[in-house]
């Protein structure tokens, strides 16, 4: 059980973990141990996540989705395989827990008049600028 907020649980059967060897340093060990890990987590029909929270999860998550919503995580930071198992369930916890906040209410607002007067004086300058650039055409002077 990977307890994410004091609302959502993911239950360890939702996660699926697959060892895979590893990149970068580590010489000859990296081509003998599955270090590396590629967490997948099913998005689209887990039980532990509460529609908002799905909605905003396939959000954030973004490329790191598949097509079928099966969020993606691999991890690879660590040599061994306990760290970096434990980094990939610590990523998803943190991004569902990002998702579980709503986001705050926008409250709309409208310039004021001074700065409609300010961004028209700018406009008229702007303007004014650009006409001096021009050279005269032939017959005006």
Same mark, same amino acid.
């Given at each position: 059980?990977?307890?994410?907020?004091?609302?959502? /649980?993911?239950?360890?059967?939702?996660?699926?973990?697959?060892?895979?060897?590893?990149?970068?340093?580590?010489?000859?060990?990296?081509?003998?141990?599955?270090? #590396?890990?590629? +967490?997948?987590?099913?998005?689209?029909?887990?039980?532990?996540?509460?529609?908002?929270?799905?909605?905003?999860? +396939? @959000?954030? /998550?973004? =490329?790191?989705?598949?097509?079928?919503?099966? +969020?993606?995580?691999?991890?690879?930071?660590?040599?061994? @395989?306990?760290?970096? =198992?434990?980094? /990939?369930?610590?990523? *998803?916890? $943190? *991004?569902?827990?990002?998702?579980?906040?709503?986001?705050? *209410?926008?409250?709309?607002?409208?310039?004021?008049?001074?700065?409609? #007067?300010?961004?028209?004086?700018?406009?008229?300058?702007?303007? #004014?600028?650009?006409?001096?650039?021009?050279?005269?055409?032939?017959? $005006? $002077?």
């Amino acid at each position: 059980m990977i307890q994410v907020t004091a609302d959502i /649980a993911i239950t360890e059967d939702e996660v699926v973990e697959e060892f895979v060897r590893s990149t970068g340093p580590g010489g000859q060990n990296v081509n003998k141990v599955s270090s #590396a890990v590629q +967490l997948r987590f099913d998005i689209a029909h887990s039980p532990s996540l509460p529609e908002e929270v799905r909605q905003r999860l +396939l @959000q954030l /998550a973004g =490329r790191r989705v598949t097509a079928e919503g099966v +969020l993606l995580i691999t991890a690879r930071r660590y040599r061994d @395989q306990a760290r970096n =198992r434990q980094d /990939a369930r610590d990523r *998803l916890a $943190e *991004l569902i827990r990002r998702a579980a906040e709503p986001p705050p *209410l926008r409250r709309p607002t409208r310039p004021s008049r001074a700065a409609k #007067a300010r961004r028209l004086e700018e406009k008229h300058r702007r303007g #004014a600028r650009k006409r001096s650039r021009q050279g005269m055409a032939d017959g $005006e $002077e």
